[in-house]
């Protein structure tokens, strides 16, 4: 029998796609084949689930749900409103050059030090881009810090029944204001004096308050700035322990490039499962019928391992690799259909131009591999400590 070799960073247990279609004895369906899991995406009679998805439902209906927890032709065409601030076109154009000088401002801190925290670099990188494309362009220094706090490595449950819930409301609420007053009002304040092309404008002209601007403003920090530095960190990861890859990377081509970090990103989805609620009776390509009103668990983990689609050798590194079904490189790992992420190609843009910035200093080395925790609502990776060192 041949041994199967993984090339996984990320331990998310099962990585097998046996059943691609099964309901669990709780009731929830997990939806492991690839085929099955993007039918399931694209479904327009599905709606978002989990991500704190029943605390806003609670909400009253005059208050308007950020982006990521609406569904249905008000979502559809919120998103095509704003998708020209996503488009490569768009990309290249107005955020390729402050991608490459916020990527050498940190790379020159690293130089100077002679050491660094990846992720540290890596924040401060993905913030200062999505927040340009945000508008939060008039923020107080400080942006990396008040969100460091507001995402924190280990959540509290806040509530009145104990001291720690007490604490954990406190603080929430005041990381809640130190975001709304230090980004999101400076910079609604100058956009209703004059609009700018960016996303705080587009919502200021579509009549959202302040609170409702820091609602959005948070959901695509979360997105956006979050999650580009954890696959920066596990990309790089991967090139410092591969030297073939490391090597072909550092003198590939752009194209080339692209192709690598879209294979690790297949195999390292940064969320690992995407939960949605059916609102009528799905079918899907294997004539499964999910009923309407069920909770459904797309384990992207393992959708992007299927050999159907991915071929035999799925838990290995091979970029370019031939994919079936019109797949496309990076799996289902930036979602699909109408939840898809917006600023995938941001993401990957970013992470390409800061690490071969990065793999291209001589002597470059981790001196320290990341310590990894993995939060089971998403299964989404989290990486710290992973340190870089200079001669």
């Known amino acids: 029998m041949t041994e199967i070799v993984s090339a996984r960073k990320i331990?998310?247990?099962?990585?097998?796609?046996?059943?691609?279609v099964e309901r669990d004895a709780d009731g929830v369906w997990r939806v492991r084949g690839f085929a099955a899991g993007r039918a399931l995406l694209r479904s327009n009679d599905t709606k978002q689930a989990g991500l704190g998805v029943e605390t806003v439902e609670k909400l009253p209906a005059k208050i308007r749900r950020p982006v990521l927890y609406r569904d249905g032709p008000e979502h559809r065409e919120h998103r095509r409103q704003t998708a020209k601030y996503f488009t490569p076109r768009q990309v290249d154009e107005n955020y390729r050059d402050l991608m490459h000088a916020v990527a050498d401002r940190e790379i020159a801190l690293l130089v100077r030090?002679?050491?660094?925290?990846l992720s540290d670099l890596s924040f401060r990188l993905a913030v200062d881009v999505a927040k340009q494309v945000i508008g939060l362009t008039d923020s107080k220094p400080g942006t990396d810090r008040r969100l460091e706090r507001f995402f924190p490595e280990k959540f509290g449950k806040p509530g009145f029944d104990s001291l720690n819930g007490i604490y954990w409301f406190f603080r929430q609420n005041l990381a809640y204001l130190a975001i709304y007053l230090g980004?999101?009002?400076?910079?609604?304040?100058?956009r209703r004096k004059s609009r700018r092309d960016d996303l705080i404008s587009h919502l200021l002209d579509e009549g959202c308050n302040d609170g409702e601007l820091l609602g959005e403003c948070l959901t695509f920090a979360a997105a956006g700035m979050v999650t580009t530095r954890e696959f920066i960190n596990v990309a790089a990861w991967h090139l410092f322990d591969d030297e073939t890859l490391r090597a072909r990377y550092a003198v590939a081509g752009e194209p080339e490039r692209l192709a690598i970090l879209y294979e690790i990103l297949r195999l390292e989805p940064?969320?690992?499962?995407?939960?949605r609620r059916t609102t009528a009776p799905v079918e899907l390509p294997d004539g499964t019928v999910i009923p309407a009103g069920d909770l459904v668990d797309v384990v992207v983990s393992v959708t992007n391992l299927d050999p159907a689609v991915m071929g035999e050798r799925a838990l290995e590194v091979c970029p370019a690799r031939p994919l079936r079904d019109g797949a496309p490189a990076q799996g289902l790992s930036f979602g699909d259909g109408p939840h898809k992420c917006p600023g995938a190609h941001i993401a990957i843009q970013e992470t390409d131009i800061f690490l071969s910035k990065l793999f291209a200093l001589d002597g470059l080395r981790m001196s320290r591999g990341p310590r990894v925790t993995v939060?089971?609502?998403?299964?989404?990776?989290?990486?710290?400590?992973?340190?870089?060192t200079l001669p």
Do not use: F, M
Request: glycine share 6%.
């Open 113 to 117: 030090d002679r050491a660094a925290v």
């Open 11 to 20: 331990d998310r247990g099962d990585t097998t796609a046996s059943c691609p």
């Open 270 to 275: 940064v969320v690992g499962n995407l939960l």
């Open 183 to 190: 980004d999101v009002r400076p910079a609604a304040r100058t």
């Open 375 to 388: 939060k089971p609502e998403i299964s989404g990776y989290e990486l710290r400590d992973l340190h870089l």
